[in-house]
């Protein structure tokens, strides 16, 4: 097994031992654990970085000095989902001072690193001509942040119905310790607004490589129509949010409706549907 493999096999383990302590925190109220699975987290982060930068390496080692920036293809795309959840997570931790939110956030890394581990064929091989392109780079590493806050915001909203159902129940904000259904709310606001920006520059530097690729800006190809529809549901939410001052259960059910827009655009065009993106 190449080192880069098994750097990130040995990761994957990493996010789900935290994803298990934030949930044990969250379930009884433990702090220590808390605080133990912020810092398995970070580990786990650093892990996937190393294991990402171990992997581009390699790719000089083994082509004879030719490499690539590990991003081409759906293991690679899958380990980059993973670091880009951990580290948007991380600075949500660090910005709202709440551990509860690792709980929802946390296992979605595991689960792209995880998925990724199942791929059956990790080796690093020479890219095709469409894949020869740093605006392939720009385009992965933009959508993909997109991706990573659009899963952190599909979390939080899971969070805001379980806590304002809970609210509902109690009449107070105390429940599961999550935050206040306000503030979930905030949260879910934000980081769609964060996705939505990286998804339209994702979009924009896809649309220039597909210039340079196939020589036109646009094919309509499943991969491309399924991100338009994306983008137009985000949109909507943030219209909805801006102009007709949406708050709360409305904008949690778009929020997961439109992750798993996300998730049909990355996994379901890829088996069902073929066009110019079947390779990733």
């Not at 925190?25 to 987290?41: C, D, E, H, S």
């Not at 294991?51 to 980059?80: M, T």
């Not at 109690?170 to 310790?177: E, K, N, S, Y």
């Amino acid at each position: 097994m190449p080192y880069n493999s098994l750097v990130l096999s040995i990761t994957t383990f990493i996010y789900g031992l935290a994803g298990v302590l934030y949930i044990f925190a969250w379930i009884f109220r433990k702090p220590v654990a808390g605080r133990l699975a912020t810092w398995v987290t970070i580990i786990a982060f650093v892990a996937n970085t190393f294991g990402i930068l171990l992997r581009w390496v390699e790719s000089y080692q083994l082509h004879s000095g030719y490499g690539y920036a590990p991003l081409s293809n759906l293991y690679e795309s899958l380990v980059f989902f993973g670091w880009t959840i951990g580290a948007i997570y991380l600075w949500v931790e660090y910005r709202y001072q709440n551990k509860t939110i690792g709980a929802f956030a946390v296992p979605l890394a595991f689960l792209a690193m995880a998925y990724a581990s199942l791929s059956p064929d990790k080796s690093i091989q020479p890219l095709i001509p469409a894949l020869q392109s740093n605006w392939l780079i720009a385009h992965v590493i933009t959508c993909f942040l997109g991706y990573a806050a659009f899963a952190v915001a599909f979390a939080v909203s899971i969070m805001y119905l379980i806590k304002s159902g809970d609210e509902k129940r109690t009449g107070t904000h105390a429940g599961l310790r999550m935050p206040a259904a306000t503030v979930l709310d905030d949260i879910t606001h934000k980081m769609v607004m964060f996705g939505f920006l990286f998804l339209t520059v994702g979009i924009i530097t896809g649309a220039v490589w597909a210039k340079q690729a196939w020589t036109r800006y646009w094919s309509w190809d499943p991969k491309e129509t399924w991100s338009l529809i994306t983008w137009f549901i985000y949109a909507a939410l943030l219209h909805f949010r801006m102009m007709r001052g949406w708050r709360g259960k409305r904008i949690a059910v778009i929020s997961i409706i439109g992750f798993i827009a996300v998730l049909f655009t990355y996994f379901g065009v890829n088996f069902l549907l073929s066009g110019l993106h079947s390779y990733a």
